[in-house]
């Protein structure tokens, strides 16, 4: 399976002065991490990391260190994560006939959940991984008043990996260009383009660790792993 990283961001709500992937958590920066658990998992043969030009020595080094044995390349990113994965989409070598994407920002992703992805990838045209929401959920309008409180048993969060029929994610990112949608995840132009998109159980840990408080608490989860040897 070949796997595309978008890494392209800038880490606004993180408030640092770079892009937050080069952030350590213990000993590895976050794109570090998310790269060795690509790496460690069995179904992953090629790994495409979409970054910044300025952000590639450093990217590079952190590819180095991990000292992955399947090919990696790097792809320059856009201005919003669509047009970075739209980037990554045409950089993926000719063979590659479906693709995961995933978040570099989902660095605790585990190895099991790539293969699963993979797995369920080889019968669906389309995949999410998702977990269901545990809040219950407020639609608010204007003056900051609820207008809707959806049935909490139909909600969840979506999450990466997500996973499609590289031709047709093609011809959705195209389209979505073209009518200029501006959506925040891939699956949401799978099912514009009313193309079916399957969830798979995600991980509670997969956090998108976006603000500081992620960071802490991504550090906490990663200490536990450690510690009980995972
Ligand atoms: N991303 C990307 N290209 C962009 C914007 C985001 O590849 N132009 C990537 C990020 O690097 C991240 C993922 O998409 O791995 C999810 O985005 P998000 O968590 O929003 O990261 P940032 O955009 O960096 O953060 P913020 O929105 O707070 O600026
Ligand atoms: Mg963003």
Known sequence: MHLL??????????G??????????????????????????????????IGQKADFPDFEAIASQVSLDI???????????????????QALPP?????LIHDGARCLATPALFDRCSQVLRSCPGL?????????????????????TPDR?????????QGFEV???????EKGRHLGWDVTD????????????????????????????DLRVAEFILRERLAIGQ
């Open 167 to 173: 031709q047709l994610l093609k011809e959705c990112h």
């Open 71 to 89: 090919p990696v390349e790097f792809v320059e990113g856009g201005k919003t994560r669509q047009e970075s994965v739209y980037n990554g989409l």
């Open 186 to 213: 891939d699956a949401a132009l799978f099912e514009r383009c009313d193309l079916p998109v399957r969830i798979v159980e995600g991980e509670e840990t997969n956090l998108k660790v976006t603000t500081p408080v």
């Open 128 to 148: 999410i991984a998702a977990v269901p929401v545990k809040d219950t959920i407020k639609v608010v309008g204007n003056y900051n008043l609820i207008e809707d």
């Open 16 to 49: 640092a002065d770079r892009n937050k992937l080069l952030l350590k958590l213990l000993d590895k920066s976050l794109l570090g991490w998310t790269l060795t658990a690509a790496g460690a998992s069995e179904s992953i043969i090629w790994i495409g990391i």
């Open 153 to 161: 048993a139909q909600l969840w969060a979506a999450q990466t990996p």
């Open 95 to 99: 063979e590659a006939d479906r693709v």
């Open 5 to 14: 990283i978008p890494a392209a961001g800038s880490g606004r709500r993180m």
